[in-house]
């Protein structure tokens, strides 16, 4: 496209905003109003007036909408060697890290660990300092540290920010987490941001290098930055403060990870010659749902006030409607998606069912099977947590990064190698106080006599496995997709899964996914100019955190009905939405009800996330009984409900009780 063309497609604020490319910029805008739209088109036009692409940052939220918005960008500039840079906040601190790490006493391989390792590794450090897990929970006490992290409090002072005896008990554990995770070159999802805020507080010339790497920076969702994120962005474009940031206070949904709503508005006084331009227009919703979400974000007292217009005339009402049971809602909603498609020619992808919590989709996905619809549920149970995945990921992981202990731990044994729990234990102890690598304190036991020769040798033979492992990952004849299969191969992995479930149809879906997981190696190595076994771990281990798994964007991208949780669907539209479950203690969620007016409006911007996602039609539903451990329960419609009909249609509702 032409730089015409590229403004032709914007209104005059959205062009105002496209174009000023110079100096600090805020776009504070409602949903659907082309925020998005705005920050693509300003890189388009960025590029058409010569600036290298890779000179231009964007940060986004999510993988999925960085996956997006990489997507718009092909289609307005075509495809191009030279790309800007699209990433999420942890996924742009890694790749500063990888640069740099080394002065903060890490290698530049560090691992980035998992869920999973991260609770592990919490329930060994508990156990070190003598906590039981009735006191402290191996995962309220991971929740602690991601708070302080998150908050850029340090080991030393947390005892200073310790509320109760559980947090002063965490305060003791969060120093020996830390040095743990070091020991092991690794380093979890929160000390992404940290360590690179610590980068660029204690090494100037780390963010010199950085800072000179790009001229235009922008942030969408602007909403959802924390204050860790935006002095991160802020150090990196101090230079030129180019910095264009384009959101919505209306949909900030992350309180709960650091962003306040009245951030959104401090980007004055961090940039007090900051341009601000409002967009009022709304490209996405009929008039119809645009009333019931202006009526029901008004009843939110803490908000900028924002004008927002529809641009589009309704053919159908939003519909309310209320069903006797669960089931009942999953049914009606499958039958009159079967009927639209079989009659009204509407495409599975033109449909999504939106919920708040992860327990909901169940019912929509055996309703929606038994009917033979195509569907596709986001932001549900990774694959990644699946056990040969995360067996075969700790294969990799440990190839990669010789210290990262968590994962060797994971299969020292698995397949079955005759390395007892006892032999280990005494490795491990000896490795903690010596400070040693496990393979080193494993000599130096046997040397001692504290572990027999034969225990030893078969700890010794599986180093040597991991050497040739290794080996073979380092070559450039084969494939990682290749090495993969050889190491499968050769940990005969598949009749350790055939001997491990008895039933075929469960060994049959095993080993689906551990074919998937090559092919997911195979796509990754299609895609990316220098493909890697660390890069690709990175990608998933970023990934991961995200709602979305790895190829989400695939999936989002086929013909199939949307499942998924409103967290997951923010930036997102869709032709017909169902917006279930709309119930006391679902939407708004248990804990805000029983929570602060503050809970309450963040569950009510999450709703307007929810109806804001809808283009032509909306459906909003509740089930009369919902069943809560196995026993049906009564239920309260969400206050919600009441909030966006208009006065005469609850007067209407109340009649027809
Ligand atoms: P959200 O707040 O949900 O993130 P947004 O402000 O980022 O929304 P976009 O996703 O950029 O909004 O745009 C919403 C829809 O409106 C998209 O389908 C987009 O293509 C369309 N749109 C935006 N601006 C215009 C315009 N000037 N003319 C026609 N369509 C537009
Ligand atoms: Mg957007």
């Not at 092991?184 to 929160?190: C, I």
């Not at 393979?439 to 504290?450: K, V, Y």
């Not at 169902?578 to 709703?607: C, F, W």
């Amino acid at each position: 496209m032409t730089p015409r063309e590229l403004t032709a497609s914007l209104n005059p604020s959205q062009r105002d905003a496209a174009t000023t490319v110079e100096g600090p910029l805020l776009v504070l805008a409602g949903a659907g109003t082309g925020k998005t739209r705005v920050i693509t088109t300003r890189m388009a036009l960025l590029i058409n007036r010569g600036t290298a692409a890779d000179r231009i940052l964007s940060v986004t939220f999510t993988n999925k909408a960085a996956k997006e918005m990489a997507e718009r960008i092909r289609e307005l500039i075509g495809r191009r060697k030279v790309k800007p840079l699209i990433s999420t906040f942890h996924s742009l601190c890694v790749k500063i890290l990888r640069d740099e790490i080394e002065v903060l006493g890490y290698r530049k391989n560090f691992t980035i660990i998992d869920r999973g390792d991260q609770e592990s590794l919490a329930r060994e450090v508990l156990r070190s300092i003598r906590v039981q897990e009735s006191t402290l929970k191996p995962g309220d006490l991971l929740a602690i540290l991601s708070r302080w992290k998150t908050n850029g409090v340090q080991p030393e002072s947390a005892g200073d920010h310790a509320l109760d005896d559980r947090e002063f008990l965490a305060s003791m554990a969060y120093r020996k987490y830390c040095d743990r995770l070091r020991a092991r070159n690794s380093v979890d999802f929160d000390d992404l941001l940290l360590l690179t805020d610590q980068l660029f507080a204690k090494h100037p010339d780390a963010l010199k290098r950085q800072q000179d790497k790009f001229d235009y920076v922008q942030i969408d969702e602007y909403q959802d930055t924390n204050q860790l994120q935006f002095r991160l962005i802020q150090a990196l474009v101090r230079s030129h403060n180019n910095l264009c940031v384009v959101g919505d206070d209306d949909q900030s949904i992350y309180a709960w990870r650091g962003a306040e709503v009245k951030h959104i508005l401090s980007f004055q006084s961090h940039f007090p010659t900051a341009k601000i331009v409002r967009l009022e227009d709304n490209y996405r919703c009929t008039d119809e749902i645009l009333n019931v979400a202006n009526r029901l974000v008004s009843f939110n007292r803490e908000r900028h006030h924002k004008v927002l217009r529809s641009t589009k005339k309704a053919v159908e009402p939003v519909r309310y409607e209320k069903f006797s049971d669960e089931v009942t809602e999953a049914e009606r909603i499958g039958l009159e998606i079967s009927y639209m498609i079989a009659k009204k020619n509407r495409q599975p992808s033109d449909f999504a069912i939106l919920f708040r919590t992860n327990e909901q989709p169940r019912a929509f996905e055996s309703e929606l099977r038994r009917r033979q619809i195509p569907y596709v549920i986001l932001g549900s149970q990774s694959f990644f947590d699946r056990k040969e995945i995360r067996d075969l990921m700790a294969y990799m992981r440990i190839i990669s990064q010789p210290r990262d202990e968590s994962a060797l731990l994971r299969i020292i044994n698995t397949p079955a190698r005759s390395i007892g729990t006892t032999t280990i234990e005494k490795i491990m102890k000896r490795s903690i106080i010596e400070g040693s690598p496990f393979f080193e304190a494993t000599r130096n036991a046997i040397a001692s006599g504290e572990l027999s020769e034969r225990a030893g040798q078969s700890v010794l033979r599986f180093e040597e496995q991991l050497k040739t492992w290794r080996a073979m990952f380092a070559t450039t004849n084969q494939s990682l997709g290749q090495s993969l299969r050889k190491l499968i191969e050769s940990l005969k992995y598949k009749s350790e899964v055939e001997r491990s479930y008895k039933e075929p149809a469960q060994v049959q879906t095993r080993l689906e996914s551990i074919e998937q997981l090559a092919d997911s190696v195979d796509d990754y190595t299609r895609r990316v100019a220098n493909p890697r076994l660390q890069s690709f771990l990175d990608e998933i281990a970023l990934n991961d955190r995200d709602e979305f798994g790895t190829d989400k964007k695939k999936e989002l991208d086929q013909n199939a009905v949307k499942l998924l949780t409103i967290h997951s669907a923010k930036g997102l539209e869709f032709p017909r939405v169902y917006l279930v479950g709309m119930e006391e203690g679902l939407l708004p969620h248990k804990r805000s009800v029983e929570g602060t007016r503050q809970d309450i409006e963040e569950e009510r911007r999450l709703a307007y996330v929810g109806v804001t996602r809808a283009q032509e039609s909306l459906t909003l539903t509740f089930a009369e009984t919902r069943r809560k451990w196995g026993k049906p329960r009564k239920t309260v419609p969400s206050r919600f409900l009441f909030e966006m009909r208009s006065d005469k249609q609850n007067e209407e509702a109340v009649e027809a009780e």
